[in-house]
């Protein structure tokens, strides 16, 4: 049985950082790109970062762009995402999925893998 699961999550002041991880299983995970995907109250799922299978090549939304890190450790089949200066709009529910869950850039919970989510909330 596939599941990732992540964590990490948790209520955080402006300016402050938080470290989410997803813990994978039931795939080979080190064949896999990866992603972290968001979804803000009321809105739709948005990309955030993806990693190549090796850890070698990542990529990132532009906003993230200087304050979002994504790693991987496939040794121990988990993927991370150091989120630094947190702002109040980065609020929202985080997911880590197999990067094949989109089609064109439009991402679904219908395609691939998914985790749970985990929440971040920022404010003072």
């Known amino acids: 049985e596939v599941q990732l699961v992540e964590s990490g999550g948790g209520l955080v002041q402006p300016g402050g950082s938080l470290r989410l991880s997803c813990a994978a299983s039931g795939f080979t995970f080190s064949n896999y790109l990866m992603s972290w995907v968001r979804q803000a109250p009321g809105e739709g799922l948005e990309w955030v970062s993806t990693?190549?299978?090796?850890?070698?090549?990542?990529y990132y939304k532009d906003s993230a762009k200087g304050r979002f890190t994504i790693s991987r450790d496939n040794a121990k089949n988990t993927l991370h995402l150091q989120i630094d200066s947190l702002k109040t709009e980065d609020t929202a529910v985080y997911y880590c999925?197999?990067?094949?869950?989109?089609?064109?850039?439009?991402?679904?919970?219908?395609?691939?893998?998914w985790g749970q989510g985990t929440q971040v909330t920022v404010a003072p």
């Open positions: 999925c197999t990067d094949d869950s989109h089609v064109g850039g439009t991402w679904t919970f219908d395609l691939g893998y």
């Open positions: 990693i190549a299978p090796g850890g070698d090549m990542t």
